[in-house]
């Protein structure tokens, strides 16, 4: 068995769902997959002393998730007041329409397809409830309305599919750009340096409790990976299906279809710095 601890990120081991910091719990949602890991993680992040909280990322549009998820806060003494999401895709966003209808709440997000009310959320907003305060810190890359969210009294990051709880995410081109992701995860890298953030709330997967290492992991996977697909071009794969059979030999082949969009994305990347 490997050491937790050993592992990129040092993801915490036990259930997934239930409490993770003194402001967060995971409601974990009912759609494990290869691409969702163990689900999509649904977060509900207040104060301890308020009665109020902000939910992100109802996930898919599933009832039970919906109301289960409701429920839970209501245990925890709170009122779901606002909802916030992460980026538009349907695992973390599709029942984010039926939940505002649940919960009579608002809907920020950056893309205003997946607003309901008339904030969105931009680069550098504070969102402010009950005496809660997450920072909006904008991470394209894997979707172009990427965006993470710093809750800086608990020292940690929720942030959606940007950096996952195991394993590596993918870019999702056209839409999604290597150059922004690997922005994003400097700007993440920063704030566990400047702003002494060591926890990663993860869209999927367990919670990790060394977000510099984890950061610097997929730097470190993103520069190894670059690598490996500028060297198969050199030696003759030119389309992103060879790139992929060639580099991702050892992945699931479920997963090459996301493989090839990250490939696509690495090339575009490689043509615009003049290296292929």
């Not at 919906?66 to 980026?87: D, M, N, S």
């Amino acid at each position: 068995m490997t050491d937790a601890a050993a592992l990129p990120g040092q993801p915490r081991g036990g259930a997934l769902s239930g409490p993770a910091t003194a402001r967060a719990v995971n409601v974990l949602a009912p759609n494990p997959s290869a691409m969702t890991l163990d689900g999509t993680n649904t977060w509900i992040v207040s104060e301890p002393d308020s009665d109020l909280a902000v939910v992100i990322d109802p996930g898919p549009l599933d009832d039970g998730h919906l109301t289960h998820v409701v429920a839970t806060a209501a245990e925890l003494g709170k009122r779901v007041a606002l909802t916030l999401l992460t980026h538009g895709h349907p695992d973390h966003a599709e029942g984010a329409g039926r939940f505002a209808e649940l919960t009579g709440t608002h809907v920020r997000a950056l893309d205003p397809t997946l607003r309901l009310g008339d904030e969105g959320l931009a680069a550098k907003d504070v969102v402010t409830v009950g005496g809660l305060e997450l920072r909006v810190v904008p991470t394209p890359g894997h979707t172009s309305d990427s965006l993470s969210f710093h809750l800086p009294a608990d020292r940690a990051v929720l942030t959606g599919d940007t950096i996952l709880g195991r394993g590596t995410t993918m870019v999702a081109h056209p839409d999604g750009r290597l150059g922004d992701y690997l922005d994003s995860l400097r700007r993440l890298r920063s704030l566990t340096v400047d702003d002494g953030v060591h926890t990663v709330l993860p869209g999927h997967g367990p919670v990790l409790e060394d977000a510099q290492g984890a950061v610097e992991f997929y730097l470190a996977h993103r520069a190894g990976r670059l690598a490996q697909v500028e060297t198969a071009v050199e030696n003759g794969h030119l389309t992103p299906s060879e790139v992929v059979a060639h580099v991702y030999a050892d992945v699931d082949r479920s997963l090459w279809p996301a493989a090839e969009l990250s490939v696509r994305a690495q090339l575009e990347y490689l043509r615009e710095h003049g290296l292929i």
